[in-house]
């Protein structure tokens, strides 16, 4: 039996192809948004704790050398985790590329498919009428031979029992002449 795809079978496939994608990268976005929004909290309160503790710095008589040396450590440990999130917006945005990439190899992969399915359906529909034309020409064929076999007999037939006749003649003959001859 033959399977045949809709264009609604097929646009069901790819929309649902799609989705599946999408969710994907959505829950993959998800995840990494829920990791880094602890990060990035983290350092919006350290910004905050920065700039009060630079607002204090800059007040009169209140620069002490512990202070900012306090100050000069939050900036630093605020440098390396502005670093480290940078790293990690870098990582997510190659591995969304990636993503990306991979969505536009399976669709071409799948439009190859579509045109394989679309032309082996074309070749199948060529010779499934190819078979059925072959097929009544047999059949054709048979019946003439059966209709020629028909035929051979009742000339077969006809030729017997015209030499039945022949011979019945030629006997019939044979005994009328003897008859002339014996008168």
Do not use: G, W
Request: glycine share 0%.
């Amino acid at each position: 039996k033959v399977l045949k795809y809709s264009e609604d079978d097929v646009q069901a496939i790819i929309h649902k192809m799609k989705e599946e994608n999408e969710e994907k990268i959505e829950e993959f976005l998800s995840a990494i948004r829920e990791e880094n929004s602890y990060e990035i909290s983290k350092m919006q309160k350290q910004i905050d704790h920065l700039v009060k503790t630079v607002q204090n710095l800059r007040a009169p008589n209140t620069i002490q050398a512990a202070s900012h040396n306090y100050a000069e450590d939050k900036i630093e440990e605020f440098r390396v985790s502005c670093s480290e999130y940078e790293e990690a917006s870098l990582h997510i945005k190659d591995q969304y590329e990636k993503l990306k990439n991979e969505t536009k190899v399976v669709e071409k992969q799948r439009d190859q498919a579509l045109s394989d399915l679309t032309s082996l359906e074309n070749s199948f529909t060529d010779f499934h009428q190819r078979y059925t034309k072959t097929k009544e020409t047999v059949a054709i064929y048979k019946q003439n031979e059966l209709e020629l076999q028909e035929t051979i007999t009742n000339l077969q037939e006809h030729i017997k029992q015209a030499e039945e006749m022949n011979n019945e003649l030629q006997q019939q003959l044979v005994i009328k002449l003897q008859e002339a001859n014996t008168t």
